[in-house]
């Protein structure tokens, strides 16, 4: 069958390619892949700048937001053929950790978790592949290939009950506004889940044109093109930033709103330094009562969480965010950057 491998820290190396069946060690369930998404992990990855190949080997197959249509399974698994499923992507530290012993592996304490597609596991981006029952997600045969959103939806799933279980250190919390900086699929579906809820939901991205703004205003949600907005006047009860752009993170520290929240769920690369006042920024977080806390990955609860606002979504609001699918064979397109993308996901079968 065909993959799509890359051999870790080796930039250019990414190739189609045969490769085996896949091992029945991976798990009892068998699935025919329908699409992958991209997002900036697999292009880090590409470049040469993330990602550990399986023990032992030195290439990895890519991808780790999946959806697939389930080609054989055991009848004691929960699950049946023709099953829509999507595979959690971390899988626990083998101690393992507190966190991981309890199905929290996105909380993981040492470092020793592994990633399908990112970290010593292969990934998802082969015509079939397997999963542990475990570690699959049925989603509704009605999402079809939308089902590819549910990996980067269960992250702003955790983000979310995270900055809803700080928020409740305060009896009083009311949440009424959110911020959220950056138009990105993190970004808009973050958007999504603040509207699902009913709350007033600003996103501030740089793009003036193209379909973000619009995607935005579809939701019900304030756009704020180029220059972040009064942030002070916005009071929001939330911000989530999911830019990495240091000028931006520097941005929403300072300007949180007392008691505000800001979570920080965009990846930066490091390297460039910003001005920041660090004492005044302390002072200002200790005489608010400001919290600042980062967000990575998704255990099976968000997961669920995920699938649940997937499934009250507007499915055309969802098929808008994927600006592009391309087909396996032409994987390289999918890795350059076109003015318009959203989401851009690769077609693992053809048509
Ligand atoms: C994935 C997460 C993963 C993180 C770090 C993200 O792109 O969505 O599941 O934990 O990269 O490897």
Same mark, same amino acid.
């Given at each position: 069958?065909?993959?799509?491998?890359?051999?870790?820290?080796?930039?250019? #190396?990414?190739? &189609?390619?045969?490769?085996?069946?896949?091992?029945?060690?991976?798990?009892? %369930?068998?699935?025919?892949?329908?699409?992958?998404?991209?997002?900036?992990?697999?292009?880090?990855?590409?470049?040469?700048?993330?990602?550990?190949?399986?023990?032992?080997?030195?290439?990895?197959?890519?991808?780790?937001?999946?959806?697939?249509?389930? &080609?054989?399974?055991?009848?004691?698994?929960?699950?049946?053929?023709?099953?829509?499923?999507?595979?959690?992507?971390?899988?626990?530290?083998?101690?393992?950790?507190?966190?991981?012993?309890?199905?929290?592996?996105?909380?993981?304490?040492?470092?020793?978790?592994?990633?399908?597609?990112?970290?010593?596991?292969?990934?998802?981006?082969?015509?079939?592949?397997?999963?542990?029952?475990?570690?699959?997600?049925?989603?509704?045969?009605?999402?079809?290939?939308?089902?590819?959103? &549910?990996?980067?939806?269960?992250?702003?799933?955790?983000?979310?009950?995270?900055?809803?279980?700080?928020?409740?250190?305060?009896?009083?919390?009311?949440?009424?506004?959110?911020?959220?900086?950056?138009?990105?699929?993190?970004?808009?579906?973050?958007?999504?889940?603040?509207? %699902?809820?009913?709350?007033?939901?600003?996103?501030?991205?740089?793009?003036?044109?193209?379909?973000?703004?619009?995607?935005?205003?579809?939701?019900?949600?304030?756009?704020?093109?180029?220059?972040?907005? #009064?942030?002070?006047?916005?009071?929001?009860?939330?911000?989530?930033?999911?830019?990495?752009?240091?000028?931006?993170?520097?941005?929403?520290?300072?300007?949180?709103?007392?008691?505000?929240?800001?979570?920080?769920?965009?990846? #930066?690369?490091?390297?460039?330094?910003?001005? %920041?006042?660090?004492?005044?920024?302390?002072?200002?977080?200790?005489?608010?009562?400001?919290?600042?806390?980062?967000?990575?990955?998704?255990?099976?609860?968000?997961?669920?969480?995920?699938?649940?606002? %997937?499934?009250?979504?507007?499915?055309?609001?969802?098929?808008?965010?994927?600006?592009?699918?391309?087909?396996?064979?032409?994987?390289?397109?999918?890795?350059?950057?076109?003015?318009?993308?959203?989401?851009?996901?690769?077609?693992?079968?053809?048509?």
């Amino acid at each position: 069958m065909r993959a799509l491998t890359v051999q870790p820290g080796v930039s250019g #190396s990414a190739r &189609l390619e045969q490769v085996a069946e896949p091992a029945l060690t991976d798990g009892a %369930l068998l699935v025919q892949a329908i699409a992958v998404g991209i997002c900036g992990t697999d292009v880090d990855i590409v470049r040469g700048e993330y990602g550990w190949a399986p023990d032992g080997r030195q290439r990895l197959i890519l991808g780790h937001e999946s959806i697939g249509r389930v &080609l054989e399974a055991p009848p004691d698994s929960g699950f049946a053929p023709g099953d829509l499923v999507v595979g959690i992507v971390r899988r626990p530290d083998p101690l393992p950790c507190a966190y991981c012993a309890q199905g929290e592996w996105d909380m993981c304490r040492n470092g020793a978790y592994t990633e399908r597609g990112i970290k010593s596991l292969d990934g998802y981006a082969s015509e079939r592949f397997r999963l542990e029952p475990a570690y699959a997600v049925r989603v509704e045969n009605a999402l079809g290939t939308l089902g590819v959103l &549910l990996e980067p939806t269960s992250v702003v799933a955790k983000a979310w009950e995270h900055a809803e279980r700080i928020g409740q250190r305060s009896d009083a919390w009311r949440p009424r506004s959110v911020l959220i900086t950056g138009a990105g699929p993190i970004g808009l579906l973050a958007a999504l889940l603040g509207r %699902l809820r009913g709350l007033d939901v600003h996103v501030f991205d740089r793009v003036t044109r193209g379909p973000k703004p619009m995607l935005v205003a579809e939701l019900g949600a304030t756009y704020h093109a180029a220059t972040l907005p #009064s942030v002070e006047r916005l009071a929001p009860d939330m911000i989530f930033e999911c830019t990495g752009a240091p000028a931006v993170v520097a941005d929403v520290l300072t300007r949180s709103a007392p008691s505000g929240i800001v979570c920080l769920a965009g990846v #930066s690369s490091g390297g460039r330094t910003v001005p %920041l006042d660090l004492g005044d920024l302390n002072r200002r977080m200790v005489l608010e009562n400001d919290v600042v806390f980062g967000s990575v990955n998704a255990n099976r609860r968000h997961y669920e969480q995920a699938a649940g606002a %997937l499934a009250r979504a507007d499915h055309a609001w969802l098929g808008r965010l994927i600006t592009r699918q391309v087909p396996l064979d032409r994987w390289a397109d999918a890795f350059e950057r076109h003015e318009d993308d959203v989401k851009v996901v690769l077609r693992m079968e053809e048509a």
